[in-house]
């Protein structure tokens, strides 16, 4: 795992988005072990419905999604709202279309699956920024 959590991790709260409960189990499982506190949403349209509580740090966005709108989608309509909290989108195999529009919404973007810290060291990049 990557480098113990400072204690300032404990009171931010990630929140995981993902159809996929194998996938949002274990992104939570894993945030857990690193320290942080963490909400799980089932869909990005869950998300798009309804407000963003500000007690939020973060939130890791699957783009994958069986329903009518993406991930990024769901990026989308939170930066319309105007909101400026940090956000993770994580994706298998990013096209340059997608790589761009990410840029675009302001997140950072981690390929699925994410490899030994890559996510826990963006997770920290964005709580610094």
Do not use: N
């Amino acid at each position: 795992m990557g480098q113990p959590s400072a204690p300032s991790d404990l009171q931010r709260i990630v929140l995981v988005v993902s159809e996929d409960s194998a996938l949002r189990g274990a992104l939570e499982f894993l945030l857990r072990v690193e320290g942080f506190s963490v909400r799980g949403v089932g869909s990005g349209e869950a998300l798009r419905a309804a407000p963003l509580p500000g007690s939020i740090s973060c939130l890791i966005v699957d783009h994958h999604s069986r329903g009518p709108a993406s991930g990024l989608a769901a990026v989308q309509a939170i930066r319309r709202r105007r909101a400026e909290v940090p956000i993770i989108l994580i994706v298998a195999g990013p096209t340059r279309r997608l790589r761009a529009a990410a840029v675009e919404a302001r997140c950072e973007l981690v390929e699925k699956p994410p490899v030994g810290s890559v996510l826990i060291d963006a997770l920290r990049r964005a709580l610094q920024a």
